[in-house]
């Protein structure tokens, strides 16, 4: 297939590119390089061999995207990741993210409609569960549009928005998929997380503690009810989670589908730093902290639909990740930048 990923510079997107480009798929790449980086594309071209187009646009311009679509024709698929994803920001600035998500989603599906591109692939999170009722989370588990932060709400109105085109089109084949904790990188060293910035997510963090960048991580609470009383969260390797994608366009049926894309497996943040300092060989300083407004104890998932329905599954563990984390993490201690 031909597949047109959007955000395809990012975090997510680059591993994505090389998973789809190995499963023996053609790539291009839109992106507004507002919070990724032309070089991660360029080095997905140097791992895989392949050359990935790439226009740089914002993903609600309906009319470059018809433009750079055509140019490539036919393009079977769109894989839709682009957007915005900072928690914090998106309370400060509710409609820059309403605006940037659900319109790049919306311009999307407009131009799939007029060029007869059927099927998609949507970047979820598992934030549209809000607070958990009950553990495991399967995709039956109730989500609501009552979330903490306009962020969540955007991926939980786009899930929504997908459901209606597939329920109003019936060649459309839409899939969400809800991601968990995206940890890692590629064990090539050359992709990874390159965040702007100081880190808000906890692997990030530790990386760039470990690497001497920040003095120590801030351990976000340890009075939860889980057994070392700090937050437990499924972290999935994002060379797992680019498979998923390509599960998920491969398998891809006509109507909406929803799946988990985790582990099913719980980590603390202790476990994870733990992990971490086995990985990198070296103590990772931490201080214990007030709990982070928010945040739940505990969330993960039971992926047993994608493997029943997509025939995948995780297969690395979170030492893998960090040892993943820490290649790349070391080699590039200023990620992109130090190109
Ligand atoms: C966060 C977002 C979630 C988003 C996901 C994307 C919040 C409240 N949630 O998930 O909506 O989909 O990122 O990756 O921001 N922690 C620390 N110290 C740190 C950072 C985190 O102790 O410096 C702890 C947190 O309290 C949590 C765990 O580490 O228990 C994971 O945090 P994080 O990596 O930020 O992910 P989530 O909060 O699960």
Known sequence: MRVLLTGGAGYIGAHTAVALVEAGHDVLVVDDLSNSSAEAVARVERITGATIPLLSADARD?????????EHAPVDAVIHLAGLKAVGESVAEPLRYYDVNIGSS???????????????????????????????????????????????????????????????????????????????????????????GVPNNLMPY??????????????????????DGTGQRDYIHVVDLAAGHVAALEHAREGYE????????????????????????????????????????????????AQRELGWRATRTIDDACRDSWNWQSNNPRGYATA
């Open 206 to 227: 530790v990386a760039r503690v470990a690497v001497g960048a920040l003095e120590r991580v801030g351990v976000f609470g340890d009075d939860y009810d889980t057994p």
């Open 258 to 305: 929803v799946y988990n894309l985790g582990t099913g497996t719980p980590v603390s943040v202790l476990e994870l730093i733990a992990a971490f300092e086995r990985a990198a060989g070296k103590e990772i300083p931490r201080e214990i902290l007030p709990r982070r407004a928010g945040d739940i104890a505990a969330s993960y998932c039971d992926p047993s639909k």
């Open 106 to 196: 919306i311009a999307v599906l407009k131009v799939m409609a007029a060029e007869g591109i059927r099927t998609i692939v949507f970047s979820s999170s598992a934030t549209v569960y809000g607070e958990p009722e009950s553990l495991p989370l399967s995709e039956e588990s109730p989500t609501g549009i009552d979330l903490a932060n306009p962020y969540g709400k955007t991926k939980r109105m786009i899930e929504e928005i997908l459901k209606d085109a597939a329920a109003a089109d019936p060649h459309l084949r839409a899939v969400s998929l809800r991601y968990f904790n995206p940890v890692g990188a590629h064990d090539s060293g050359l992709i990874g997380e390159d965040p702007t």
């Open 62 to 70: 309906a009319d470059a995207l018809t433009a750079f679509v055509r």
